[in-house]
């Protein structure tokens, strides 16, 4: 899926990774088919909002920009990525799982180093001046993302399932924090920082009972005195990696900028549009891109090739109205669970980026999400055929 540019045109241009999607889907329908195993329930959710979601679109007489690109994401891609993820954890071996998702890691962050020394022109977005450390995905933030949502997922899973961590493992989170401050995102940060108190706030709220893994009962026994102490550490070790880059990765003068001339200014042209749908919003998918292609007032990162805004729910919430973000919720809702340090926590770092970054726009989200929902729904199957 991380195949940006490598893409066929099939009046739209449709990448690799997304056909792959599309492939495997079927292969697991077909093999749910036969073992009379298909989770109904879910395909209908996905699917049912997906056409709803393309009837608002269509219903709306705004002038749109490749409108049918986001449709088939929706109708198809989207569905296909939610219900692969929650397939793949409910029916292959957690050691097998962690095993491909760390093999993934190890691959994404050794095309990330190899193309940043010869930046091979058929797999590497170049970007001009906005080019970074960012492997063979679209953009540095992209790579970020699902490089941090890997290395939480095998982080998560070994200690949900006692899982022992090897040189192997170290070495691959070392090098991943490495590839992290080389990609110079942000949200990256702002999420490890985000999820140390919001796990504070859950341990508060979990009760000990069998339907809890052994890595969430032991969060109940860590004092916030701790959670204080590594918030505080890793706050201190950014400020102080970021005070020795040439180029730091935050700056006052960067916050300013963001806040005058990019996200700030954006969210308050989001706000008025909005405001003059009377909060209803359904502009239609494609909108924003139509909208900023004539926008006369210059917001740094908008125009005619940008797709969607910063803050993903507030686009959705302006593409197809109030729906599309009560479906985004609810996947969250089905993505988290108490049941496992992984349930809790993936969920909210894809929260968090979402909140900052056109994250709904890219496979990986559903992948993710449905990783989550699957692995909640296995445990809920287990505890009942035991009873």
Same mark, same amino acid.
């Given at each position: 899926m991380s195949l940006a540019i490598v893409s066929i045109n099939l009046g739209f241009n449709m990448r690799i990774g997304q056909l792959s *999607? =599309? +492939?495997f889907f079927a292969i697991v329908i077909l093999s749910d088919l036969k073992n009379n195993k298909l989770n109904e329930p879910i395909l209908f959710f996905l699917l049912f909002f997906g056409f709803l979601l $393309?009837? *608002?679109? #269509?219903n709306s007489s705004y002038s749109k920009i490749d409108e049918i690109k986001f449709i088939i994401k929706y109708v198809l891609i989207f569905p296909a990525a939610f219900y692969i993820g929650q397939w793949t954890?409910?029916? /292959?071996? &957690?050691?097998? /799982?962690?095993?491909? $998702?760390? &093999? $993934?890691?190890a691959i994404h962050m050794f095309m990330a180093f190899f193309l940043s020394i010869f930046p091979i022109g058929f797999l590497y977005n170049d970007r001009g001046a906005n080019s970074g450390f960012q492997g $063979? #995905? =679209?953009?540095?933030g992209w790579f970020s993302l699902v490089l941090g949502a890997l290395t939480l997922t095998s982080i998560l899973l070994r200690l949900d399932y006692k899982l022992k961590f090897t040189k192997f493992h170290y070495i +691959?989170? #070392?090098v991943a924090l490495i590839s992290q401050f080389l990609s110079k995102n942000k949200t990256i940060w702002i999420a490890l920082l985000a999820i140390l108190i919001f796990l504070l706030i859950v341990k508060l709220f979990i009760d000990n009972n069998s339907k809890i893994r052994y890595s969430v009962s032991k969060l109940k026994e860590i004092n916030p005195f701790n959670f204080i102490m590594i918030f505080l550490l890793l706050l201190t070790t950014l400020f102080t990696i970021n005070m020795m880059l040439e180029k730091p990765i935050v700056s006052a003068e960067m916050i300013d900028e963001k806040l005058r001339a990019e996200r700030g200014k954006a969210f308050f042209v989001a706000i008025d549009i909005l405001k003059n749908s009377d909060w209803l919003g359904g502009y239609g998918f494609g909108y924003i891109q139509q909208y900023f292609a004539v926008f006369t007032d210059d917001i740094i990162g908008l125009n005619s090739e940008t797709s969607m805004l910063f803050n993903s729910y507030i686009d959705v919430w302006i593409s197809v109205g109030i729906l599309? =973000? *009560?479906f985004h919720l609810i996947l969250l809702k089905l993505a988290f669970s108490t049941s496992h340090l992984f349930t809790i926590v *993936?969920? /909210?770092y894809f929260f968090i980026f979402c909140n900052t970054n056109p994250t709904i726009l890219i496979e990986d989200y559903y992948l993710f999400l449905g990783i989550c929902y699957g692995l909640a729904l296995k445990t809920k199957q287990k505890e009942s055929f035991g009873r």
């Open positions: *999607i =599309l +492939l $393309t009837m *608002i679109s #269509f954890i409910r029916n /292959f071996p &957690i050691r097998k /799982f962690l095993f491909a $998702t760390e &093999i $993934t890691m $063979t #995905f =679209l953009e540095a +691959l989170y #070392f599309g =973000l *009560i *993936i969920p /909210f």
